[in-house]
């Protein structure tokens, strides 16, 4: 995957958009555990809840070290376009919500790397590649559980304690 040039935009804004979209994907995996029953998918899912807030502080902090005067408000949107996950129905196949949210994580992959890119400081630099690599985790786990929510769905077993549905 190709990292994503970033140049033409501000760190500041780069860093605001970085932490909204940990603050959306952690809501929207808290959701997802909320409406699911399967005891084992609702821990997953509370677990990649936990690590989006996670990455929320460490960009934070980081916000905090480049722009010490500076106070965080997150925008609407952020100035780079990332995909958002959006369950529209009760209907809509879980295994299409956690596609969305593949889709999520590998864009904020290629996002990550490419702010990663912009900074001189090593160990800033090696931090923010480790948060796009777990990131990368994220997307191989998601991608498990959709082939675990494919199956269920296509055979539309429903067994007390292993439903997979939102």
């Not at 997802?32 to 990455?55: C, P, Q, S, T």
């Not at 630099?125 to 269920?152: C, D, T």
Request: contains cysteine; hydrophobic residues 45%; proline residues 4%.
């Amino acid at each position: 995957m190709a990292e994503l040039d970033l140049k033409e935009y501000d760190m500041e804004d780069l860093l605001l958009t970085a932490m909204k979209a940990e603050v959306d994907a952690r809501g929207v995996y808290r959701t997802l555990a909320g409406r699911v029953h399967n005891a084992m998918l609702k821990d997953r899912l509370e677990f990649l809840a936990g690590e989006e807030e996670k990455h929320r502080v460490y960009f934070e902090a980081q916000f905090q070290k480049d722009f010490p005067a500076k106070k965080i408000c997150l925008p609407a949107k952020g100035v780079v376009p990332l995909p958002e996950v959006k369950v529209e129905s009760e209907d809509t196949p879980l295994s299409k919500v956690l596609e969305q949210a593949m889709e999520a994580e590998l864009a904020a992959y290629d996002f990550y790397r490419g702010i990663a890119g912009l900074y001189a400081d090593e160990a800033t630099r090696n931090m923010i590649f480790y948060v796009a690599s777990m990131e990368m985790g994220h997307y191989r786990l998601l991608a498990i559980e959709r082939e675990n929510a494919e199956r269920f769905e296509v055979f539309e077993v429903s067994w007390p304690d292993v439903h997979v549905g939102p």
